[in-house]
């Protein structure tokens, strides 16, 4: 009975010290160059995290914030007036804002 016990409760601890652990860890499937904008304000302030850009032939979409937007949208007090393969220009107040989500990179395979 008392070994019982002594596994339970080192059970227990392994699950509490993994939750904690966990919270702890960043985001692995997030790009490695995720933009942030923040604009302050006297009255508020208002941060544009961008996260990802998807463009096909038929329309072109931003992730903002966790939020899916499109040319015309708009998101925290902002207009989407532009959508690229890696910048987002969104404006705020007559102000101009670009998200730049990273640089492209072009790899090119050679047949040996």
Known sequence: MFNFIKKLIVVISCLLLSQSLQAQL?????PPNVASISVKNADEQVIWNLSSILISSQRSIAIINGQSVKVGDTLA???IKSISETVVKLKHRGETI???LFPVTVKTVRDN
């Open 77 to 79: 007090g902002a207009r």
């Open 98 to 100: 670009s998200l730049e």
């Open 26 to 30: 960043d985001d692995p499937t997030l």
